[in-house]
């Protein structure tokens, strides 16, 4: 994997087109909406609704670009209601589903945070992922690196990665290899379209 959170040339598995952009993308780089019986357009990130799926990169500007050019009623053919503050919907949900598979990764032995304990992960070569709050201190964030060919998470807050962890905030945690780690970096780059400007779309790297 590569150490932006993407996933490193994943060129594999089914591909869809962005209503927004008209590009061929992975679906792990995209989010599925379906219509409802009653023409409200529904986010789909679990892929599990019925009907003709309606693809979109996730990316603010293009989430943006959809709602304003009336693209959902386009792609379904049809009338459709689009719902309120979108974007906002997206990334809540985003934010939601990663904090919710680090806790199972946590439950599972497979994450842990603190600094003390992260830094001595990373020592061991035992962490895939360095994850760090995008509100913590800049000096303490900047004595620990991505591990070599892992992936960096910045872009949750302390208040939403402490919760992975049940406690008010956390900083610094790390993921080991296998278990959930895949799902955590796709669920992360996902929201990170939505929540990161491209002038911060930097990322720490290893030493």
Not at 32 to 45: H, K, N, S, T, Y
Not at 111 to 127: I, P
């Amino acid at each position: 994997m590569g150490r932006g959170g993407q996933p490193k040339d994943r060129t594999d598995g089914p591909e869809r087109k962005c209503i927004a952009t008209g590009a061929l993308e992975p679906k792990h780089g995209l989010i599925r909406f379906a219509v409802g019986p009653d023409g409200q357009i529904a986010p789909d990130l679990a892929e599990k609704l019925p009907g003709r799926g309606i693809w979109l990169s996730a990316d603010r500007a293009a989430v943006e670009k959809a709602v304003k050019k009336g693209l959902f009623a386009r792609a379904a053919r049809q009338p459709v209601t689009v719902p309120e503050g979108l974007v906002d919907l997206l990334e809540a949900i985003l934010a939601s589903r990663v904090i919710d598979l680090i806790s199972l990764a946590r439950k599972g032995g497979r994450a842990t945070t603190g600094y003390e304990r992260v830094k001595d992960w990373l020592s061991k070569d035992e962490a895939e992922i360095l994850i760090q709050a995008s509100d913590g201190s800049e000096r303490g964030k900047s004595k620990l690196s991505t591990p070599q060919g892992g992936s960096f998470i910045g872009w949750l807050t302390a208040s939403e990665l402490g919760h992975a962890f049940g406690r008010q905030t956390a900083v610094h945690a790390a993921l080991g290899a296998g278990g959930l780690s895949k799902r955590v970096v796709e669920e992360a780059q996902r929201l990170k379209g939505l929540r990161v400007s491209d002038g911060d779309k930097g990322h720490r790297k290893g030493k």
